[in-house]
């Protein structure tokens, strides 16, 4: 049932879990104020841009500013381990305004979630209209967002907030069955390994958010004139954000108290819920678009495969007749080799917002390529070489601190 929940949730959003290649449903969700529809003739750069430059929304500092929003009794260790990771990571891509993380407690009263009612409230997420957790619960969804002014007003506010059950913090695999009650009470560093990539995810989306300021991310939030989006799609705003967590955690984890006396070869380095970029998916991928057996990430893959438009929003990506393979999701470790991480996680969300460029513009900046000559060249790349070769360089990030490859302090635009 939360796997068809997700994918009609996918339809509408900004960034749903790349789950097709992967059990991530983190099912990142549009900004949830379609009641404030925006207009033809919206410019940007005005009086909504000031607004958020004058919060600094787009800059990036290490201050804590992330707000977990908690039902009554909520467990103080899973506060600790929220604050640990939150911490880190704010070290690490910088910490932004505007994040909430709401956890309700759908097997407690509604008196017990309280606090959850009242928050939602300010926040305006769904008007305000949810008075029981039964609400709450029906309208769960990570990362989804709202916006406590008009937006793309003087006024604008824009919100990111997770909304989720306790049980996905004390057991965050139950819902995609990769872990047991019995490995949850005798390995709980599992869960734990889990929820941080999980935190880390959905924070790189709020990133991500914070430099399309004004515009938007992707088309979802206004679906009649794309245009004035940034139009990121899936593809990158998921694919970006899995290497990402999977970076920072395979260099940070020690630095998580949680997970002392644990190891990464033996431990961590072995838990996952997503991946872009690791050489097998590459591979098998590979081998079935060239005529090879589709087995693991390449089963639904054959030598139709063509990357194109079709990928550039979630509700084709994700629709009933749309080709299964994930190979597209490959795009951003593609990007990457061309490129350079760099450029993946920094340069493209720093050039996205001019109003010249937007996502597609800011690609051919860094390749040389237009949107047709990207796709034209990912296919051929697809098809190129042997079925066994390894990655090109580049492909994943590399070992080592972010400090020695990618800056993420050194971004934010003073317009
Ligand atoms: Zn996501």
Not at 36 to 59: C, E, M, R, T
Not at 317 to 344: G, N
Request: glycine content about 6%.
């Amino acid at each position: 049932m939360k796997k068809v929940i997700s994918i009609i949730l996918c339809i509408v959003i900004i960034g749903c879990g790349g789950d097709s290649i992967n059990n991530q449903s983190s099912s990142d969700q549009k900004q949830s104020s379609d009641k404030k529809q925006d207009s033809d003739s919206y410019q940007w750069g005005g009086p909504a841009l000031d607004k958020l430059i004058s919060i600094d929304f787009n800059v990036p500092s290490k201050e804590f500013k992330q707000q977990l929003v908690t039902h009554k009794g909520f467990p103080e260790e899973h506060r600790q381990f929220f604050n640990e990771v939150h911490t880190n990571i704010n070290q690490v891509v910088g910490s932004y305004p505007n994040y909430f993380y709401v956890v309700y407690n759908k097997d407690l009263s509604n008196e017990d979630n309280e606090p959850i009612f009242q928050k939602l409230k300010d926040l305006d997420f769904k008007d305000g209209r949810l008075k029981t957790v039964a609400d709450v619960h029906d309208q769960r969804n990570c990362l989804t967002g709202s916006n406590t002014g008009q937006r793309r007003t003087a006024s604008t506010n824009p919100i990111s907030i997770c909304l989720e059950d306790l049980k996905n913090l004390t057991w965050y695999g139950h819902q995609y069955g990769d872990s047991s009650q019995e490995e949850l009470q005798n390995e709980p560093w599992k869960n734990l390994t889990r929820l941080a990539l999980h935190y880390a995810h959905e924070y790189f989306h709020h990133y991500q958010r914070a430099h399309s300021l004004d515009r938007g991310l992707d088309y979802q939030r206004d679906q009649d004139n794309p245009q004035t989006t940034i139009y990121a799609p899936p593809w990158w705003v998921e694919g970006a954000a899995i290497a990402f967590q999977n970076a920072w955690l395979r260099q940070h984890w020690q630095d998580i108290s949680f997970f002392d006396g644990q190891t990464w070869e033996d431990g961590l380095g072995n838990i996952s819920i997503a991946n872009v970029t690791h050489p097998w998916f590459y591979k098998e991928i590979r081998q079935a678009i060239m005529g090879g057996p589709a087995e693991g990430r390449g089963r639904d893959c054959t030598p139709d495969f063509t990357m194109g438009p079709w990928t550039e929003r979630y509700e084709t990506e994700r629709a009933p007749d749309a080709d299964k393979c994930p190979a597209f999701m490959m795009a951003t470790p593609y990007l990457a080799s061309l490129t350079s991480w760099q450029t993946v996680w920094i340069d493209i969300p720093r050039d996205f917002y001019n109003l010249e460029l937007g996502f597609w513009g800011a690609i051919e900046k860094h390749t040389g390529m237009d949107t047709q000559t990207f796709y034209d060249n990912f296919n051929a790349f697809l098809r190129s070489g042997d079925p066994e070769d390894d990655p090109p360089p580049g492909w994943q990030p590399q070992p080592g601190p972010f400090t020695n490859y990618v800056d993420f302090f050194d971004l934010h635009r003073t317009n």
